[in-house]
């Protein structure tokens, strides 16, 4: 989002528990104004940073209502322009004494890791909410081929934050063994599945469980691969009908292979 001067607050992350997002203020460009006029931190005697110096402010006054993570890798808010070496003298001093506290981050991945907790995937609930929606695709392909599954399904996934801090993206597979259902000494049968969608950590729920693959593997009694797969058609963020797109944010947060 821009204010009506061009601040683009897009340049940095700023995380509040309640966050309002801040508008351009006369506090708030006076207070840069100076820092540029004084050659101080984010800008310098070479290097005028108005919109820094907005941005800084703004964060600053966040600081009334609750705890900051400035999330930044730009070097002139750091003492002699390291990261290592913390906060500009002057811009540590303006934290010091409000009602809450400012954390410095040089990356989204930085943060993640400092107020990442664990999440439990409820994988059985996973593969049976799929199966709900999808299953009618995966009997028609057992059917065709003569194959039924068995009871031992291996599900890998991936995890991603999204712009919810409530709700994780996870993309998926569901390798499951099959056993011939005809006489042709068919053997190693297993049908692998792809799929994406949400999962609220509030509710333990899924939504928007998606297809994106569907194949069956095995071998011929000679020996012989044979592959049987269905052409799954869609694309991604993009629904046909009334629907609000989200997760326009994803962050890989882990992956599991077994």
């Given at each position: 989002?821009s204010s ?10 700023v995380?509040t528990?309640?966050?309002t997002?801040p508008?351009?203020?006369?506090e ?8 540029t006029v ?14 820094d110096?907005?941005?800084?402010a703004d ?6 209502h ?12 750091f003492h ?13 001093a303006?934290?010091?004494?409000k ?5 410095t981050?040089s990356s989204?991945g930085e ?8 999440v439990?995937i ?9 199966m709900?929606?999808?299953g ?10 003569s194959f039924?599954?068995?009871?031992a399904?291996?599900?890998k ?11 994780l ?9 099959c056993?011939d ?8 049968a297993v ?11 509030e509710s ?7 297809i994106?693959?569907?194949e ?17 058609i869609g ?10 797109v ?13």
């Amino acid at each position: 989002m821009s204010s009506p001067c061009g601040v683009d607050y897009r340049q940095l992350t700023v995380y509040t528990k309640y966050f309002t997002p801040p508008t351009f203020s006369f506090e708030s460009a006076r207070s840069s104004f100076l820092k540029t006029v004084e050659g101080l931190p984010p800008s310098s005697d070479q290097n005028q940073q108005f919109k820094d110096g907005v941005l800084w402010a703004d964060c600053i006054s966040l600081l009334e209502h609750d705890d900051v993570f400035f999330v930044t890798s730009d070097a002139a808010f750091f003492h002699k322009r390291k990261y290592e070496e913390g906060l500009a003298k002057n811009l540590l001093a303006e934290t010091i004494g409000k009602a809450h506290h400012l954390k410095t981050f040089s990356s989204l991945g930085e943060l993640l890791t400092d107020i990442k907790t664990q999440v439990v995937i409820d994988e059985a609930l996973l593969i049976q909410s799929f199966m709900n929606q999808h299953g009618q695709l995966v009997d028609d392909m057992l059917q065709r081929n003569s194959f039924s599954l068995e009871d031992a399904p291996d599900l890998k996934k991936t995890l991603y934050a999204t712009e919810l801090p409530t709700v994780l993206y996870i993309e998926f597979t569901i390798d499951t063994p099959c056993s011939d259902l005809s006489d042709q000494g068919r053997t190693k049968a297993v049908l692998h599945l792809k799929g994406s969608g949400s999962y609220s950590v509030e509710s333990g729920k899924y939504d928007d469980i998606r297809i994106t693959g569907q194949e069956l593997d095995f071998l011929l009694a000679d020996g012989t691969t044979r592959q049987s797969a269905n052409i799954i058609i869609g694309a991604a963020s993009i629904v046909i009908g009334h629907r609000d797109v989200v997760h326009t944010v994803r962050y890989q947060l882990m992956e599991e292979n077994r």
